[in-house]
């Protein structure tokens, strides 16, 4: 496969960018070689610069779930374009779509748009702390929620641990001292902490279906017990979900663990592909964010009219019947295929997934889902960088990070989930006679 137009491209952009890229995982930093530069994408397929053609499940890391460039959402965006691409004032298309996200999330009863993820949760954050009176912040390791200072501390998910970061540089120590983190899962190390600091903390937050150190599912009565823990001390729950909202179902994980938060953050998938984010809840908690309240939080390009249009597009797709039931279908069947290629190796990971999410966790030997942040690290990293190579020259692009996960689209045909399959049998073959394992 030639790649000489992703190598040429790369080096120039690296007189211009830290790294040649503008976020980490980019660079190919955990999987070695040169990073391919793409160029357009059409349904499940990305092409690189050099015109090779690959099924994507990266899918921008989320928001892609009608895969690339669906025909709605481009002609939504071309609409918009002739209009205005920004206004710096209301316009129709911010209320359109939070219409729609509060028709699909009820618990949305106030909202501002912001224009990224972390905007949404750090000013989540703020929120809470302002509506509150209370400094501190509960957040469990391993959970990622934007690179605001106040989360970037120890055990921050898949950019830091893809890098060996235990935290970042540039970030004050009193940024991230009323910071504290448990471990995911863990309801007791959470409960105990509550007891002793309760009264001084504003909010737990938490991916309720963590998605930022591979893919881990919260044991039953976890979010519950989070639930009952933030009421007893009258901390605010926020719920993470820029990556789940409207991708493992309409209401959410909100929706599908049947747990309530207080605020909610969302991103990816509202922007249909362009930079968006949300935050938003409870009506009485939103009404403390200035005009109305003290707490300050502002964006020019908030609300950006091209980015509602695209997200409004997306989410009319996404309300159609019976779309969420053929990604859970595919997802099902995607799993079990390839979690018996797996186990023909000799259970050599698992395949974890939940919706159209799914995690390939190449930790030999495992016979159950991980469970938290350190089952997580127990994969074999040198493993998946010979996998993830292999893969590649298949025309098959998975994240270029063992902790990343991947994305199912809507635009991913039977046959391209099957060809997947046989691409990773013979790419694990290959990896793992590489390594003397077999």
């Not at 209320?95 to 509060?102: E, H, I, N």
């Amino acid at each position: 496969m030639q790649r000489a137009h992703s190598k040429e491209l790369f080096a120039t952009a690296q007189t211009f960018f830290p790294g040649g890229v503008n976020s980490p995982v980019r660079a190919f930093g955990s999987v070695g070689g040169d990073p391919i530069c793409m160029d357009r994408g059409s349904g499940a397929y990305i092409y690189d610069v050099d015109d090779n053609r690959y099924i994507d499940y990266v899918c921008s890391y989320g928001p892609l779930i009608l895969g690339h460039a669906p025909k709605r959402v481009a002609e939504a965006i071309i609409g918009a374009v002739h209009k205005g691409t920004t206004f710096g004032a209301t316009n129709p298309k911010e209320v359109a779509l939070a219409q729609r996200v509060q028709q699909a999330m009820p618990h949305m009863e106030s909202m501002r748009m912001v224009s990224s993820g972390t905007e949404a949760t750090m000013s989540a954050a703020r929120v809470a702390r302002g509506a509150t009176g209370r400094d501190r912040i509960i957040k469990f390791a391993g959970c990622y929620h934007g690179h605001a200072d106040l989360f970037l501390v120890a055990e921050t998910g898949s950019g830091l641990a893809t890098l060996g970061l235990p935290g970042s540089a540039g970030v004050p120590r009193g940024a991230i001292s009323d910071t504290l983190t448990v471990p995911y899962n863990d309801l007791d190390a959470t409960a105990a902490l509550l007891e002793q600091i309760g009264d001084t903390v504003a909010a737990i937050i938490v991916e309720p279906l963590a998605c930022n150190m591979g893919l881990v599912k919260p044991r039953p009565g976890f979010l519950q017990g989070l639930r009952q823990l933030c009421d007893r001390y009258g901390a605010l729950l926020i719920f993470d979900e820029v990556i789940t909202g409207f991708r493992v179902g309409l209401g959410g994980a909100t929706e599908r663990f049947g747990v309530r938060p207080d605020l909610t953050t969302l991103g990816k998938i509202i922007g249909g592909g362009l930079p968006v984010g949300a935050y938003g809840g409870r009506k009485d908690i939103m009404a403390c964010v200035a005009p109305l309240g003290p707490v300050y939080q502002a964006g020019t390009l908030s609300g950006n009219p091209l980015a509602m249009a695209a997200g409004a597009a997306t989410l009319d797709a996404l309300m159609e019947d019976g779309l969420y039931e053929r990604l859970e279908a595919r997802g099902a069947a995607f799993m079990d295929q390839m979690n018996a290629v797996l186990q023909k190796y000799d259970r050599v990971g698992r395949m974890v997934r939940e919706g159209s999410i799914f995690y390939l966790w190449l930790c030999p030997q495992a016979t159950d889902d991980p469970l938290d942040y350190n089952d997580i690290k127990r994969a074999d990293s040198a493993l998946y960088q010979r996998f993830f190579k292999e893969l590649l020259q298949r025309r098959i692009c998975f994240a270029p990070s063992g902790f990343e996960v991947g994305f199912i689209s809507a635009a991913h045909s039977e046959a391209d989930l099957q060809e997947t399959v046989r691409a990773v049998d013979e790419s694990l073959d290959v990896a793992l006679h590489a390594r003397g394992a077999l």
